[in-house]
């Protein structure tokens, strides 16, 4: 877990993306196999649950879905919401 605001590069399909810092390796890892497309992610920061929203073919009919809780997402984006204090989160992994 890294503290908020501590981001690091990764390369996806050849793109430069931002990403927490402790999430880089995981990230990294899971783009490199060919079925998984990342869509996004947050290490919790201590204060939520890590979470990391993927594509992966064959499962969930392709639809996204929470990889660490495998919990289906309905939306197509917006996956993180706001809470009070500014911190993201995916409220149906929370909850």
Same mark, same amino acid.
């Given at each position: 877990?890294?503290?908020?605001?501590?981001?690091?590069?990764?390369? *996806?399909?050849?793109? #430069?993306?931002?990403?927490?810092?402790?999430? #880089?390796?995981? *990230?990294?890892?899971?783009?490199?196999?060919?079925?998984?497309?990342?869509?996004?992610?947050?290490?919790?920061?201590?204060k &939520? !649950?890590?979470? #990391?929203?993927?594509?992966?073919e064959?499962?969930?009919?392709?639809? !996204?879905?929470? *990889?660490?809780?495998?919990?289906? *997402?309905?939306?197509?984006?917006?996956? &993180?919401?706001?809470?009070?204090?500014?911190m993201?989160?995916? !409220?149906?992994? #929370?909850?």
């Open positions: 877990m890294c503290k908020r605001g501590e981001r690091a590069n990764v390369i *996806i399909d050849g793109a #430069v993306v931002e990403v927490d810092e402790c999430m #880089v390796g995981i *990230i990294w890892a899971l783009n490199r196999v060919p079925t998984v497309k990342t869509l996004g992610c947050c290490c919790g920061h201590g &939520y !649950p890590t979470t #990391v929203m993927v594509i992966v064959g499962v969930n009919d392709g639809k !996204p879905f929470e *990889i660490m809780s495998m919990t289906p *997402i309905d939306r197509k984006r917006k996956f &993180y919401k706001f809470d009070e204090t500014g993201y989160h995916i !409220p149906e992994v #929370v909850n």
